[in-house]
């Protein structure tokens, strides 16, 4: 399994970026994608998990109602559409996958990590 993420870049307060995360090595039907960040001096925060027919997605208070997970299983794709981007969402974003359908917040629970890519929020 292979996680490519991008999308990352320098941003103002309030403006919106989209992050994508490529997947590849075999079929993800029975996977849960999820998001994740973590800035310098910082432990890995959970961002967003959506399972692979994006019947169920999970936010923790801190995105919710700014952040939006997605995906197209026809790219094999997952999406992060942040929005009113702030100064404390800068961060390296990391997007993840692992086995099943229960959505899970701690990173330990993933099995495959993409390389992250950098969000800087500037205020």
């Known amino acids: 399994v292979q996680l490519q993420a991008s999308g990352g870049g320098l941003v103002q307060a309030g403006d919106s970026l989209r992050l994508s995360c490529a997947a590849s090595g075999r079929t993800f039907n029975n996977y849960v994608m999820g998001w994740f960040r973590q800035a310098p001096g910082k432990e890995r925060e959970f961002v967003a998990a959506?399972?692979?027919?994006?019947?169920?997605?999970d936010y923790p208070d801190s995105v919710k109602g700014r952040f939006t997970i997605s995906r197209d299983s026809a790219k094999n794709t997952v999406y992060l559409q942040m929005n009113s981007l702030k100064p404390e969402d800068t961060a390296v974003y990391y997007c993840a996958s692992r086995r099943g359908y229960t959505l899970k917040s701690v990173g330990a629970e993933y099995d495959y990590w993409g390389q992250g890519t950098q969000v800087t929020v500037s205020s």
């Open positions: 959506i399972t692979w027919s994006g019947s169920a997605t």
